[in-house]
C-alpha cells in the first residue's frame, strides 16, 4: 500500500477506485465505461467509473485515483500527464480496445498502470 497526496493506493484489487474516462465530448468514453463497468463486476472488482469530456478534467482532480485518456486525445496525453501526473495515474487507452470497447483488457490495463503508479509515486 503506497501513500500519495494523501489518498491511499491498494493495488491488490481491494480498494475501490475512482476512475475518470475522457474523450472529446464525452460520448464515447460513456460507452467504454459501460462495459468497464460490467468487466469490473465479472472480475469481483469495486471501481467507480465517470465518462466526461477532456475540459471536465480540473473538476475531478483530488477525486480520482486515475484518468483514462481515450485515444483519439493522444496529442495531448503528454501535457495532460504533466500537468495532472502528481496527482493521479493518467493512462492513455490503447486504440485496439478502445475501438473495439472491450472492457476487459481496458480493466487489465487500468490495474498495471495503477501499479506502476503506486510504485513510482
Not at 79 to 84: E, I, Q, S, T
Amino acid at each position: 500500500m503506497e501513500e500519495r497526496k494523501g489518498l491511499t493506493y491498494n493495488v491488490s484489487m481491494n480498494k475501490k477506485l475512482n476512475v475518470l474516462l475522457v474523450c472529446g465530448s464525452g460520448a464515447s468514453s460513456s460507452f467504454m465505461a459501460a462495459k468497464m463497468r460490467y468487466a469490473a463486476r465479472k472480475k469481483g472488482m469495486e471501481i467507480n467509473l465517470t465518462a466526461r469530456s477532456e475540459g471536465e478534467i480540473s473538476n475531478y482532480i483530488g477525486e480520482v485515483d486515475a484518468i483514462m485518456v481515450g485515444p483519439h486525445l493522444s496529442g495531448d496525453y503528454e501535457a495532460l500527464k504533466n500537468r495532472y501526473g502528481e496527482e493521479c495515474a493518467i493512462v492513455l487507452m490503447d486504440k485496439e480496445y478502445y475501438g473495439k470497447l472491450d472492457g476487459d483488457r481496458a480493466i487489465e490495463h487500468l490495474m498495471k498502470e495503477m501499479k506502476s503508479f503506486a510504485t513510482h509515486s
